[in-house]
């Protein structure tokens, strides 16, 4: 093993944490996803007005606004739902790091970083590699607590007396970042693939069963 294999001993709490996380994530896609597709409300109120056309009744706009988004209603609870098991993982994830990994992702990223001068020529390509992965870590928990608290603060935007207009900057990036969270999902799966296929042969089933403790 080198020094820039990503295979090491998982903590139970770190592999408890990862799985649900990253069913949380692939939910949390799954419903913005949903409400940008087969359940935009857009879509659905043409379909709606349409149809009752046809059978020549008569709807209003906002009629048929309201029922697409009675439709979709139920759904985008989900939203919220894992939205806030979320951030309850990402406390969670707060306490693995002090009792069991004992690394924090972003001074393990700049450590790495900071390493790539004295690398010897041969090793830096690995190197940079190691270093590129820990920052998108670093970058997925970063991106991870603005959606938090950009979502709750959204969430609970009457409570706090903010007006919907102050927010929509706020929930342009949120609305955006979905496209930081496809591409995490999709380069991770892709890059533990080639890793399995190359130097880090068990890195999955490491992350089920833990893997050897040195
Ligand atoms: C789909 C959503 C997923 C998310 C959001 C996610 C997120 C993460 C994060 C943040 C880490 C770094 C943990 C840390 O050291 O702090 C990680 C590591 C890891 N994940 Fe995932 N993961 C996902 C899916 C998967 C899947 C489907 C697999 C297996 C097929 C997987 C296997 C692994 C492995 C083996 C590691 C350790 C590798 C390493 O340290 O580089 N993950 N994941
Ligand atoms: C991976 C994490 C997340 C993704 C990918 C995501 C995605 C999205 C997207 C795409 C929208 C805009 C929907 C639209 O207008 O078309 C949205 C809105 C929203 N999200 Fe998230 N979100 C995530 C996490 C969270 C969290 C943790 C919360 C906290 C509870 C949350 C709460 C909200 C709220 C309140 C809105 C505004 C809904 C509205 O104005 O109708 N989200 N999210």
Redesign the pocket.
């Known amino acids: 093993m080198n020094n820039y294999s990503?295979?090491?001993y998982?903590p139970l709490s770190?592999r408890l944490?990862?799985?649900f996380?990253?069913?949380?994530?692939?939910g949390l896609?799954g419903t913005a996803f949903l409400r940008k597709s087969f359940l935009s409300w857009r879509t659905n109120a043409a379909l709606i007005e349409s149809k009752m056309q046809e059978a020549g009744a008569a709807i209003t706009p906002d009629l048929a606004k309201d029922i697409a988004i009675g439709i979709r209603t139920p759904m985008w609870d989900w939203h919220y739902v894992l939205g806030f098991t979320l951030g309850g993982l990402m406390l969670v994830?707060v306490l693995v790091?002090i009792f069991a990994?004992k690394?924090c992702?972003a001074t393990?990223a700049a450590q790495s970083a900071w390493n790539l001068r004295k690398v010897p020529a041969g090793q830096k390509a690995n190197a940079l590699h190691y270093t590129i992965?820990?920052t998108?870590?670093a970058l997925?928990?970063l991106v991870?607590v603005f959606m938090v608290v950009s979502g709750v603060v959204m969430y609970f935007k009457t409570e706090l007396g903010i007006s919907k207009e102050a927010l929509n900057p706020v929930k342009e990036f949120h609305e955006l970042m979905m496209w930081f969270?496809t591409a995490?999902?999709v380069g991770?799966?892709l890059?533990?693939?080639i890793?399995e296929n190359r130097q880090?042969k068990g890195?999955?089933?490491?992350?089920i069963h833990g893997g050897p403790k040195d």
Not at 203 to 207: K, Q, T
């Open positions: 990503f295979k090491k998982q770190l944490w990862h799985w996380n990253a069913l949380v994530i692939l896609l994830r790091g990994v690394k992702p393990h992965v820990k998108g870590y997925f928990y991870t969270f995490f999902v991770h799966i890059g533990l693939v890793a880090d890195l999955v089933s490491d992350m």
